[in-house]
Each structure stands twice: as C-alpha cells, then as structure tokens.
C-alpha cells in the first residue's frame, strides 16, 4: 500500500487530515487534490437512476467499484498503463496519478444491449458499425466493436462515428484507444466468462501522463461501467439480469414518478437485493470474499 494514501482519513471525520481539496464531486465519486502530482478519488454509495442521484444510498457500493477498478488495474498493466498508486484502508478511496484526460467514452460492446440496440433498432448499425440484419436483443455480435461516445456533462452520454471520435483525438491516438480498449475487453471477458459471468459491454476512460503515455484512469470493469450478465440465465431476445442497479430501475420505474429530481426514497428490501449484486459480482469476478477485502483492501492487488 503506497503510505501517502493510509495517511489520509476518510472526507468529513470530524479531526482528521484532509485529502486535499476537494475538486469535483460527480454522481458516485468525489475528487481531491492532494497536490499536484495526485488525485484521491473516493467512491461514495450514491446512486443514480435516469440520470437522478437517489436519496438512499447502497451501503458498500463505493467500495465495490474501487476493490474491483483496483482488482483489474493489477491485472491488466500488461495491456496498458492505469492511473493507480495505492488504495486506501477504508476500502472506497483511491490515490492515483494526474491525467489529462481524453474526450471521448470507449465503449466496446460485445453483445446488442443498451444503445447500440437502440440505434440497431433505428438504423442497422451503431456508431458507424453495419450489424448483420435479423439480429435479436441481447444477441452476441460476431466480434466485439468499439463504439465511441461523447462525454456529458449532464443526462447521458451520446454514440458517435468513428470517424467523429478520430478527430476529437487525432488519428493515431484513436487507432491506440481501440486497440487497448479492444484488448482490455477481450481480457475481461475471459475472466468473467470463466466465472459464469457474460461481460456485455464495458466503458473505459483513458488520459496522457507527462509523457504523453496513453494511461486507463477512472474505473475498470465495474457494475457501474459495465454489463455483466449471469451466463446461465442468458436468453437472446430479451433484456437480461445483470449485477447491477436493476433492481433500483425497476422498482422506480413501478412508481409514478416523473424520472427528475428529487429522486424516491428506496425500501429496504430494493437497497438490500442491490447490494447484495454489487458483492456477488465483486466475489465471483475476484474470487476474494467481500469481508477479506474490507479487512486488507490491498489484497485485490496481489
């Protein structure tokens, strides 16, 4: 564990030391800047749904999303450098190094869910990929397709072409981008797949060091940033379950609520039924117990 990051307490303990400060607070994660050469991000339980931070919060879900970024940033540095220097004892914060950060979201998609079913409904194809016609929700495409997006600042992200990406960043950089982020994919598949486990898509965000080095940063691989799907209860043709917050948008969407802010409070048996999916995924897919992560959160890196 990198010393600098025990050092820091936890934002908002009455006496302890700070993290820095703090420089964006987003959906799920709070920023800080302990100087300039470092961030602490710290994943907090809020939820979102629509695009509307909940009230309730998920206990322990920050906790999933930084013990399982961490668990896939040791284990795909072969593949591309990350942003991480250490985690933290509380499990949800971690130090990482500064980047400049690219504009674009990649996203590669190895079956027809979410958007990309969308505009396949709408046009045949998604983010400028022609898919095979007759295709059914949910099916798995003929090879994974990496299919650029917009970063929002607000509601969502938007698809776009490839070629509309390529100029955001530069030809050869974007060429790079899809090739790590292909891989990237690829990898985790396996891995999830060897768990019982169908890693549908995933969203990846990368950034320049220094150097100019391209660098993985934000989070990899999560419930949060990904769909994963339980392999033995996959059936094309259909949304499926996932280990996710499914069962926060389908309880808000049996309420009359206008999907804006403020958000419902959520019941206990929706907040329960969500955590125990984010630790489900987080056990299956690391093979750590939740309970030994919270002990010694560094142990994802080994």
Known sequence: MHESVSGLAEPGVPGAASPGARVATGKVRDIYAPDDERLVLVASDRISTFDVVLPTPIPDKGRVLTGLSAFWFARTQGIVPNHIIGLRPDGRSTEVRRLEMLPIECVVRGYLAGSGWKDYGATGSTSGHLLPSGMHESARLPEPIFTPATKATTGHDENIARDEAAELV???????????????????????????????????????????????????????????????????????????????????????????APGPELPTQVVEGTRARYVEAFERLTGIGFDEYLAAPEVVLT
Request: proline content about 4%.
């Open 170 to 260: 530069g030809t050869d950089l974007f060429a790079e981008v899809e090739r790590v982020s292909l891989e990237l994919y690829r990898f985790g598949a396996a891995h999830a797949s060897a768990r019982g486990i169908i890693l549908a898509d995933t969203k990846f965000e990368f950034g320049l060091d220094r150097n100019g080095r391209l660098v993985l940063g934000d989070e990899a691989l999560t419930p949060d940033s990904s769909r994963f799907w339980p392999a033995d209860e996959y059936e094309p043709g259909r949304s499926q379950p996932s280990f996710d917050k499914q069962f926060v948008r389908d309880y808000c969407e049996s309420l009359d609520w206008d999907k804006t």
